[in-house]
């Protein structure tokens, strides 16, 4: 007891020393910082009044085109591991794009048949802790959401075979499959083969597989993903599967293009919609990743600074959760190779307060709660860790703060 | 009949000439020409790495601002003619943020209450001949539409008054208020009254007030408009109308910039869809719009430029059917001072067989019947002539062929 009560007053006495430092840090976005940003500088005016022709001589000013310029679609069919045939060009958000198309299932039903989802009892099988938005989207339109967990491997697949097999209901699941947010994990080869092959009691059972961070490696090359269009066309099962990615940490956040891939009669059902909602995409900007990117190895290329810089932050965090929190069974912490995130487990019912605590230090922390459906995490442990947006100085000292205050409660509350 | 004769031998004789030549023009699309693109080149490079933060340090590269960048509201709120608080600025298109308001409406029922859209009954009042792809959402979305004869001061709103007030079924209606497509018919002040006071049995009654021609005139200055949203506010109807604009005629038509406006509990519905859906626009088209156009004069100024291109188009045409129909009876055509088409009626049961006629010609107009819903003109006589993308020898010739297809056919058919 005179251990802990010593600790317990050398860490508040690092939290007056924090609360004197009036600190205003914010680690709740898995934003690109400015550094980050300046790679893609070029894009801003590779296309120029002398090269807005694409390809065939299409005036990429023009109205048109309505799924892609052709050239656009070549590159990011490699990107996305499927044909130009399977590929949708969009606007510049893969979210809007998962919107869409939780839309017109609602509205209309599937490519393949069955009553519009928004006449019918529909449940999704959602991996936890998972990225917040997909749960928004799910939540807008009524869709009763069933935790999933998220393993090093995948989601639990004995449990989603489970659920699937005899339960009407459930329309579909999400999945991050690589370098999960807020995980890191991919999916392994095995789990990529039984979604594709399971049974499902839903006719038109869909996976929204948001391959976010398809490019995402933080130093150690690109993590090999197994290919599930491949793998649910081989089995029978060509549309169950909806694969969404996007530029936006690659170029730009607010002006990258955002794409999607399906096959059997999902694309033309797509398309359906498509024709009815616009006149087509901003082909300039498919034009400018085409010209400033060139091919697949430019994008790697290009992906290997962003990991140079990253890379550099994440290990800052992870030294310093290490040098607080080893040993001390107060913390558990993923080390990702890729993506945008770290996910801490506090002891059960923890996160909250320290969330809580290091906003009064001045140290935003995403919502307790954010990475499950309905901001409801059932032990109250999980939090989202963001390394990219600030810069190192800061970034050390909000992860330290974190770290003493997980401390701190974790003491407090074994009282 | 001699005389008839020899007309129709003559006008034989002409078209054989045409055929001969082997013409492949094409008169569709309400395109902008080449010479119109060039004149927004500036927009291309115009944000570059020295200027891409917009006012308070904004990023525009980053994500983040759901609604659009303040400095866009700014400036296209003026072009809207509304306050920045009642503006969205969206992606590049404008027919998609209708499409998606339509979708709101169908899954969700309107900002003030009232049953889904999807769960209704449901009629929309639509203005003809009018725009083929306001007719295409009703269609895709299931809405019944009931054509209303668009007149030189706007839709007839003796018919409008009658249908509204008493057939609660009927839950809105299309109208391009300005140089509308086909006619350029731009509502007078009475017609805007009529529309922000009519009493409605339907509770969430909407218009869909989609001013694509804002500041598209031919040379004679900006047509007046009548301000409805404003009106519809003080006649204690906030919420009936929805205002749409772009700038896809303005800068580019690939890559400009989609806005709406509304007002009393519109905008915060339409903001709580957005957030699901997106987590922002492009901010760096935005801020290029801002830095190229400067302000509302800027605008006005470069529309200018294109008056003085698509004007002698637009003469061009004129002068052809004056010179080849006039005195004869056999068509009557709008001579709008904006917008982008010319509507012309043939005498009934004409258009079809005209429209097929220059096709085998090498002359493809817009297929009959697109001006009006189901694409059925139930005159089958409107034709919409599209003047601005072709050069002008190619439209002068394209016009000829129309002018004597109109003629033979006339003849022909008055057998």
Redesign the interface.
Known sequence: MAEKQEQLQLLKSRIADFKAQKLTLDMT?G??G?TQ??L??GL??C???TN?RARDGI??????ILDGLPQAKELFSQYMGVTPEEIIIG???S??MM??TF?QL??YGSSTGGDPW?SRKKKFLCPVPGYD?HF??C???GIRMINIDMNPDGPDMETIEEYVKSDEDIVGMWCVPRYSNPTGYTCSAETVERLAVMPTKCKDFRIFWDDAYAVHFLGSGRAPLADLLTACKKAGNPERVFIFAST?KVS????GIAMMASAGQNPAWLKK?L???????????MLRHVIFFKNMEGILRHMEKHARIIGLKFQAVLDILSAELDGKDMAAWTRPQGGYFISLNTRNNCARKVISMAGELGVKLTPAGSTFPYKNDPLDRNIRIAPTFPDMEDLKKAAEVLAVCIQYVSLAQAG
Chains 1, 2 share one sequence.
Do not use: C, W
């Open positions: 976005r934003k690109p400015t940003l300046d893609g500088n801003l005016t296309v120029n009044e807005y005036d990429t000013r023009n109205y048109g606007g510049n958000s979210l809007n919107y869409d839309a609602m509205t928004s938005r928004t989207i939540e807008h339109f936006s730009f956040p607010g002006a919609r024709f009815a909602q616009t006149i087509g995409p901003d082909k300039i900007n």
